[in-house]
């Protein structure tokens, strides 16, 4: 089996985030001798943190300038640390920050680098790596003889790592110096209860365009139709999807939820989440938008329309209901 690197940036108080002890666990899963290379303003914390994990080495390239997300700078720990490491794959949570300079490292290091891979195995004492093509409706293995190969693995495919902290020995790698014309000068976000993609929410919940549509009593009632939705993620701390038909309304002159953009859109042209439950709501549960929920464990679906797409054999459980009146009685039942 190859020799393999682990790549991850660490957090500002030094530690390692959720995609990265995934990434350690599909590192170890291989069964060859991995080496973890850290890079950050400070590193002992994340190689304490991981240090049971039966690494061979621990490398690191730290210092002020690697603290926050630069092309320049994430380039060049990058490539320091795979040529201190001479390991042969390399493995790293695709996360923006490494799936921007990654591909730049591969080229510098005449390698090869694969993206989106959403399972790991050995093949013939080789690393094969299982990746979706076509919005998720094909699936492939690849292998490639290139080498160094570089590996970006999705969040949510592993369970994060979680064995026994230490004290490990870190060996400092000089990176050679970057070039960079932009400075941080801070972060500027939403507060908490206006954010509505939570990527670890146990539950993610899907609005269609029959939100905005007419209702039983002729008309629409599409300021109800926000209360109703922020009072229900708000209260549950779910995530906020959206069909196509619904994210693409804006354009369209028609009814809209204000708060629904294209970055909440799931679905063949969307995004695929992982999370454990999720609840359609005025959904037709079509086959475009179905891909988005590949890999959601437990599908439930609110609908009018008892043959409406979710009911064909697409969800768990289908609920032949008014929408508006099923997330009245929830929120109730939340407070």
Not at 216 to 238: C, V
Request: hydrophobic letters at 45%.
């Amino acid at each position: 089996m190859d020799s393999i690197l682990l790549l991850a940036h660490t957090e500002p108080d030094g530690t390692l985030a959720k995609p990265a002890l995934e990434s350690l666990t599909a590192a170890l899963a291989l069964g060859g001798q991995v080496t973890v290379g850290l890079a950050g303003s400070v590193v002992q914390p994340a190689a304490d943190q991981i240090a049971g994990c039966g690494a061979v080495r621990f490398l690191a390239v730290a210092g002020e300038a690697f603290a926050q997300p630069r092309y320049a700078t994430d380039a060049a720990a990058a490539e320091a640390l795979c040529r201190a490491s001479d390991a042969a794959l390399v493995i790293a949570a695709g996360t923006s920050r490494w799936a921007r300079a990654l591909p730049g490292v591969a080229f510098r290091l005449n390698g090869r680098i694969d993206t989106h891979a959403t399972g790991l195995a050995v093949q013939n004492n080789a690393p094969a790596v299982t990746r979706w093509f076509y919005r998720q409706r094909m699936e492939a293995v690849l292998t490639r003889a290139q080498r160094p190969w570089m590996v970006l693995v999705d969040p949510g495919g592993w369970t994060a790592w979680s064995g026994a902290s230490g004290t490990a020995a870190v060996e400092l790698v000089e990176a050679p110096e970057a070039a960079t014309r932009t400075s941080f000068t801070g972060i500027r976000a939403p507060k908490t209860d206006e954010q509505t993609i939570r990527p670890d929410a146990k539950l993610l919940f899907v609005a269609g365009a029959g939100w905005t549509k007419k209702q039983a009593d002729g008309a629409s009632h599409g300021a109800e139709a926000e209360a109703l939705i922020l009072g229900f993620l708000g209260k549950s701390q779910a995530s906020l999807g959206g069909s196509k038909s619904l994210v693409e309304q804006s354009g369209e002159g028609e009814a809209v939820l204000r708060f629904m953009t294209h970055l909440n859109q799931v679905g063949q042209t969307g995004s695929t989440p992982r999370h454990p439950k999720g609840l359609s709501t005025c959904c037709h549960g079509e086959e475009p938008h179905v891909v988005g929920w590949r890999f959601v464990n437990q599908r439930r679906a609110i609908n009018l329309d008892p043959n409406c797409g979710w009911a064909r054999g697409k969800a768990d459980v289908v609920y032949v209901a008014d929408a508006f009146e099923v997330m009245r009685h929830l929120n109730r039942l939340l407070g």
